[in-house]
């Protein structure tokens, strides 16, 4: 299979936000959904599109993601992807992604996280538009996940090794670069918890 299309269907298959076909192992029974946790999800599951500008488009923005294995900061992109930070930005303001797992890890790939179901099919009730840009896909590099649906609205991924090929196989709206702890961004794994996210301008 061509790398290219490898990269795409790990993105598609973390992204599926479908009714549970993807193949991915079922909750517990009897476990409550992350929903049921935070009013704020449920209320985004029922948004027909992204939420309204919270950003000021004069400022510079920095997400501080706290995990279970300690912290690093992202440089969020708005004038590259104005959308995608003012969601992202809203989402961690009010603490969307508190308490979420990093529920699939690709070696040399990506660490993906924000799924409120926590298997890879969870999403909002909007896609996001394509918001696509040159930057190159370094490691650090922060993307939205995507599949044939549109951009997921929530969840999102780090890029552990420079590619490419991510350029050219999907569009995953590149919207920020780890500024600080890309060492502890290698160190994450699957079923590590985001225990929430902060946000700075300046």
Known sequence: ???ALLLALLLAVACGEDTGSSGQPAAPAGSLAPGCQNEIRTCMEQRTSPPPQTIDAAKTYVATVHTSK???AIKLDQKAAPVTVNNFVYLAQNHFYDGLTFHRYVPSFVIQGGDPKGDGTGGL???LPNETNPAPWNAGSLGMASNAAGVSGCQFFVVLVANSSLATSGVYNHFGVVQTGMDLV??????DTIKGIDVTAS
């Open 1 to 3: 299979m061509k790398p």
């Open 186 to 191: 290698q160190q994450l794994r699957q079923g």
């Open 70 to 72: 300690g912290d690093f």
């Open 125 to 127: 009730g909007y896609k």
